[in-house]
DNA sequence: CTCGTTGGTTCAATGATTGAACTATAATAA
DNA sequence: TTATTATAGTTCAATCATTGAACCAACGAG
């Protein structure tokens, strides 16, 4: 696919692989530790920890020999992942919030607050909202599969 | 699930969500459109609606009668999505980028200027990274599945 | 020399996804 | 009148992904 959301789901587009990358993050980085936490099947999470490796968001390391022990580590694309995940877990906090509270407070370390990740325009830094954004076709944008209709619309409006 | 992560997933987790929302937000709201558009098979295209739906990301509204013919518009939490959308789809044209360059570029209407999303703090408006962030556990995070080791791990970090 | 730990593999059963063909309603054109 | 087109789906068989449970291998400790 042409466009720059669905080659990014290719890489990380299914049910587990934000999950791990969270884990990962959080230093969950061990193959069993992810099967107790996840509750991911143990074949099921080979195969995924194999795709993330492929496609450039994790890596797998050695972290003792004799007997030779892995864990998985965060490639730099895998960090830069993190804050998109931290705005997902932020969505699903507004949206789909169990009566329980927040499972998750983020805090961060540069200024010391407490916060809620945000997504913002870095020219002026104000919160961008659906409504105040407008998407517009770049040069690599093209009318093939992901974007046949999505192309010419843009170029219209 | 107990983690706002998971919860969201549940949401939009699926390799296609994601894509429909992008498609309804840039206009491309109509059964057909969107089969074209994706090239998602028709069955899956009407279950995937309804489980939106379901979820409350998106409505189903006539936009005219004899024949009566619907189309999908998203709803606030939809329409709350968007930018977290254009968040993951920065993150893809970053790592995942053809050649061609980005498909896509996105106007800010508040300040005119092109940009490109940024998952910042609100409290000191600085972009956040994986490393200044630290994540604890709120009034809702229990060792539940997915987040058995991640909430231990939280407590004592 | 057996047990526990870690990091997997293998296999059968189930569920999701695909692709192609088909259906239904109504407007429009010949 | 009848044929054609547009829209919004449904149905079905084949394939692919996921689950869950059991098994395997290397090594260290007791």
Redesign the interface.
């Known amino acids: 696919m042409?466009?720059?959301?669905?080659?990014?789901?290719?890489?990380i587009?299914?049910?587990w692989s934000?999950?791990l990358v969270?884990?990962l993050?959080?230093?969950?980085t061990r193959f069993d530790?992810l099967v107790?936490?996840?509750?991911i099947s143990r074949n099921l999470l080979t195969r995924r920890l194999q795709a993330l490796i492929r496609n450039?968001v994790i890596e797998r390391m050695a972290y003792q020999s004799r007997p030779t022990r892995y864990e998985y580590r965060?490639t730099e694309?895998g960090?830069?992942?993190?804050?998109?995940?931290?705005?997902?877990?932020?969505?699903?906090?507004?949206?789909?919030?169990?009566?329980?509270?927040?499972?998750?407070?983020?805090?961060?370390?540069?200024?010391g607050?407490?916060?809620?990740?945000?997504?913002?325009?870095?020219?002026?830094?104000?919160?961008?909202?659906?409504?105040?954004?407008?998407?517009?076709?770049?040069?690599?944008?093209?009318a093939k599969?992901?974007?046949?209709?999505?192309a010419k619309?843009?170029r219209r409006?």
Request: net charge neutral.
């Open positions: 042409q466009c720059s959301l669905a080659r990014g789901l290719e890489l587009g299914d049910w934000p999950l969270r884990d993050y959080l230093g969950v530790d107790e936490d996840l509750g450039g965060l694309a960090r830069d992942l993190v804050p998109v995940i931290m705005a997902l877990t932020e969505w699903g906090d507004r949206w789909a919030q169990p009566k329980e509270g927040s499972p998750i407070l983020f805090t961060h370390k540069t200024c607050h407490r916060f809620r990740p945000q997504v913002t325009c870095p020219e002026c830094g104000e919160a961008i909202r659906s409504d105040t954004v407008i998407a517009r076709p770049g040069p690599g944008g093209a599969r992901g974007t046949m209709v999505v619309r843009l409006a």
